[in-house]
């Protein structure tokens, strides 16, 4: 999975998976600490983040690779 798709409002599920895991890592490895300013930087609303950490929290980060 790309930046592209990472960044973009697509739906489908493996998608969505890693963009969970990409909002996980930035929160946890970035000075990004705010949930507004991590919705800012993926273009989304602030609760759309919490529900993406927390859904992602319940799996394993798997590591991803770009086609």
């Not at 705010?34 to 983040?49: E, Q, T, Y």
């Not at 950490?53 to 690779?65: D, E, H, M, T, Y």
């Amino acid at each position: 999975v790309g930046f592209a798709d990472i960044m973009s409002t697509d739906r489908t599920p493996h998608i969505v998976t890693a963009r969970h895991e990409a909002i996980v890592l930035v929160h946890s490895h970035c000075a990004v600490r705010s949930w507004k300013a991590l919705g800012r930087m993926f273009g989304m609303d602030h609760s759309s983040i919490i529900h993406a950490v927390r859904k992602a929290q319940g799996r394993p980060l798997k590591p991803r690779v770009a086609r």
